[in-house]
Every structure is written in structure tokens, then in C-alpha cells.
């Protein structure tokens, strides 16, 4: 017997899918056997990416940082698929400054959408997972919310956010067989990294010990794996996929 990854019969929402990391989450987990909603803010491009997809997806349209959005979200996939069992918390922006020049409007943004918009995400998913007693919660944080980094505060404050958000889920929701875990990216090759300078692409690249930027198909395997029955016993964990970054 071939040991897979297999999800058939799980139904997935992956919020901001339609492009880079969230992607190639939502492709990897279709091609496990899941049935994904595909998240962004424009409905038509989410339809599109859905089409694209294939297998079952289908497109919804939500802004993570708006709150009455997220609770729509949740309970139209539900009413769509039959419930969500498997929650990627996804979607994420940086409005970057050092410190000190951070406006309260470009903290709360990034607050609002990676930080809050997981917990009502998580807040409204769980109450269908606790009843068939069976959920999955994957927060994409990301390795400065572990290290810090300059001109990041209100960004890694975030993404260090997440990641306590995520234990916390795992305790309180363990004993319902809801497993919650956080996948900390390193350098990721998409929009979000492509405004990089060649220079400090090249900087950053040696830093990494497989000399290379990630792909969001590495990110998208990790995803993949902690939805499985292959990490049945993994929750409250943080799975760092930084090529050995730190
Ligand atoms: N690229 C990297 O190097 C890297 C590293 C660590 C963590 N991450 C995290 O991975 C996740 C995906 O990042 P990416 O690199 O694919 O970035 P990206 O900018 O290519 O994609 C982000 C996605 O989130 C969506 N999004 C942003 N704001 C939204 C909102 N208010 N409502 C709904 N959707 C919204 C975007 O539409 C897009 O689909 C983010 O949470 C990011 O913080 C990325």
C-alpha cells in the first residue's frame, strides 16, 4: 500500500486564494481530495480561480477585515458545501514602516485583517467543527512573527498574534478533536516578496540555508500534511518552512 495524503470528503476554506501562497493551497488540497473555497475580495476573480481549481471549488467573496464579511463567509461555504472542516487562515498584508513612522490606520489594517479576521474566522468555523467532531485550523503566520523585523512591527506583532491565537485554539479545542496549528513561512517567492530589490533578494537568499526563496508549493505541502490523518496528533504547533532560514 502507497501511504497519500488523502482528504476526500473534507470541505476546505482557504481565505485570500486567489493568488500566490493561498493558491497553491487551495490547488494542493484539491488535488488531496478536498472540496476548497476559494476566498478573495472580488467575486468574479474567485469564481474564476474556482473554474480554474476545478473538482468541486467554488469562489466566494470576503474582506477578512471587515468582521460582518468573515461570519458571511463562513456561513455561506457552509450552506454551500455542508460545512467547513478544514479552516486555512490565509490571507494576510504588511503595510511596512519602521516603528516610528507607523500611522495608527496602517497598524490597525494589519491588524484587522491578519490577526482579527483569523479569529472570527476561527470563531465562527469551529462552532460546525465541534459538532461533528472533526476540524482542522491552519494559520499562515510567518517567521517574523517568531524573530522580529525591522520596519515590521505592526506586521510580525500580527503574526506573533497568530501564533498565541493558535495555541490557544488548541487547548481550548482539543478535546472536540479540533487540531489547530500555525505554518510559519520563510522567504516565499509571491507579490508580497516580489517587490524586492535584486540586491536584497540576493542578501536575503544567503541567509538561507537551501539557498533558495521558498515556492508557494512548499508552503502548500506543509498545509496539506497538517490536514491529514498523518498529524492526527499534532496541534498547537508552529511548522517553520523557512529552508532553514532560522
Ligand atoms: N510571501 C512570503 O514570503 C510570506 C512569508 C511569510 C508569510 N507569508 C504569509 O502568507 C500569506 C499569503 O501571502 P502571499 O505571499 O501569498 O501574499 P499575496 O499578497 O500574494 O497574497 C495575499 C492574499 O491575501 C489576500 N488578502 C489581502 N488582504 C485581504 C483582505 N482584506 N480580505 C481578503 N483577502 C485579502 C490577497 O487578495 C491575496 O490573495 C500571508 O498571510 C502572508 O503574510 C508570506
Not at 125 to 150: D, P
Amino acid at each position: 500500500m502507497t501511504l497519500q495524503i488523502d482528504l476526500t470528503g473534507r470541505n476546505a476554506l482557504v481565505t485570500g486564494s486567489t493568488r500566490g501562497i493561498g493558491r497553491a493551497i487551495a490547488g494542493t488540497l484539491t488535488d488531496c481530495g478536498a472540496r476548497v473555497a476559494i476566498v478573495g475580495r472580488d467575486l468574479e476573480r474567485s469564481q474564476a480561480v474556482a473554474a480554474e481549481v476545478g473538482r468541486g471549488a467554488q469562489g466566494f467573496a470576503a474582506d477578512v477585515s471587515d468582521v460582518a464579511s468573515v461570519v458571511k463567509l463562513v456561513a455561506d461555504v457552509e450552506a454551500a458545501f455542508g460545512g467547513v472542516d478544514i479552516l486555512v487562515n490565509n490571507a494576510g498584508l504588511t503595510r511596512d514602516n519602521l516603528m516610528m513612522r507607523i500611522k495608527d490606520d496602517d497598524w490597525d489594517a494589519v491588524i484587522d485583517a491578519n490577526l482579527r479576521g483569523a479569529f472570527v474566522a476561527i470563531r465562527a468555523a469551529t462552532r460546525g467543527m465541534m459538532k461533528r467532531r472533526w476540524g482542522r485550523v491552519i494559520n499562515i503566520t510567518s517567521i517574523v512573527g517568531i524573530t522580529g523585523n525591522k520596519g515590521q512591527a505592526n506586521y510580525a506583532a500580527s503574526k506573533a498574534g497568530l501564533i498565541g491565537l493558535t495555541k490557544s485554539v488548541a487547548k481550548e479545542l482539543g478535546s472536540r478533536n479540533i487540531l489547530a496549528n500555525a505554518i510559519a513561512p520563510g522567504f516565499i517567492d509571491t507579490d508580497m516578496t516580489a517587490a524586492m530589490t535584486p540586491e536584497a533578494r540576493a542578501a536575503m537568499t544567503a541567509q538561507i540555508p537551501l539557498e533558495r526563496l521558498g515556492t508557494p508549493a512548499d508552503v502548500a505541502g506543509a498545509v496539506a500534511f497538517l490536514a491529514s490523518d498523518l498529524a492526527a496528533y499534532i496541534t498547537g504547533q508552529v511548522l517553520v518552512v523557512d529552508g532553514g532560514m532560522i
